[in-house]
């Protein structure tokens, strides 16, 4: 499943270099969500107007997520994204702890240091470079979208935790779906022709969306939060991995170093055994 995950950051690259990215959002999410309706059809009516609201809720905070992330995969590189994007797993903590009214305990804080750390070394290149700041541009849209699936997290823990799982899910795609969806109609926005594109928005929609749900939920009823986080950690190492390998990117020395801090900081804060989700949607 993270593996899946981490494919998809070339997928959606190679993808946005041809089409809008709001269209590809919304092409991937009507295809997840429908996919979803074919299992969950029957039980439809289950779903109360509270229910709804707040699955309602939680999609916009996914389709702000996906859109940022979206958008800034078209300006900066996969493996890049797939550290940055990765920072939700800290960002959870934070904004629990500010819901609580509380200070993160000391692991989060080192945590969070070395992510600091990390992502500055990550954004210097781009910010001492002249002329030229779509990527920076791009890395900042993708910290905007790590910052949006924290909130998600932390929205599901506290909205929908006595929601059916698939339901709820099924919404909040929907959600996404129409949201994109009514964006496309209004800017008038073409819709994606390319055989290549259209087999990027099945690859995601299919099996990096509407099949990954189903494979989280049977793998996170047997494996503790904190294996679930260490091997969610692998996702930006599997996007790196496939982006050397398929589309050519440079492995430079900032993006080792500064992703190796990073995903030394998820791994760091990945050990805490805490009740909050260790989840993070960070596959785009």
Not at 260 to 280: C, D, K, S, Y
Request: net charge neutral; hydrophobic share 55%.
């Amino acid at each position: 499943m993270t593996f899946i995950w981490g494919t998809t950051f070339v997928v959606v690259k190679v993808a946005v270099e041809t089409i809008d990215p709001v269209v590809f959002v919304a092409s991937r999410f009507a295809v997840g969500t429908l996919a979803l309706l074919l299992v969950v059809a029957p039980r439809l009516r289950r779903l109360t107007p509270s229910a709804i609201g707040r699955s309602v809720f939680l999609g916009t905070l996914l389709a702000a997520g996906f859109l940022l992330q979206t958008w800034g995969l078209r300006e900066t590189l996969p493996a890049r994204a797939a550290f940055i994007t990765g920072l939700n797993v800290l960002f959870v903590p934070v904004m629990v702890a500010a819901l609580n009214r509380v200070v993160p305990d000391r692991r989060t804080m080192l945590a969070l240091g070395l992510a600091a750390l990390g992502t500055g070394v990550l954004f210097g290149p781009d910010l001492l470079a002249a002329g030229d700041g779509g990527a920076l541009l791009g890395d900042l849209l993708v910290l905007g979208c790590a910052v949006a699936f924290a909130a998600h997290i932390v929205g599901i823990s506290r909205l929908a935790h006595d929601l059916d799982a698939s339901l709820t899910t099924t919404v909040q795609l929907g959600t996404v779906a129409l949201i994109t969806g009514l964006w496309v109609a209004i800017a008038g926005t073409p819709l994606p022709g390319e055989g290549s594109a259209t087999l990027a928005i099945l690859y995601t929609g299919v099996l990096a969306t509407a099949l990954i749900f189903f494979l989280q939920t049977w793998a996170q009823q047997r494996l503790g939060a904190t294996t679930t986080a260490l091997i969610f950690a692998l996702e930006p190492v599997f996007a790196a991995i496939v982006s050397v390998l398929t589309y050519g990117e440079v492995l430079t020395l900032p993006v080792l170093l500064g992703g190796g801090l990073i995903l030394g900081a998820i791994l760091l804060r990945a050990t805490v055994e805490e009740e909050q989700p260790a989840t993070a949607p960070s596959r785009p």
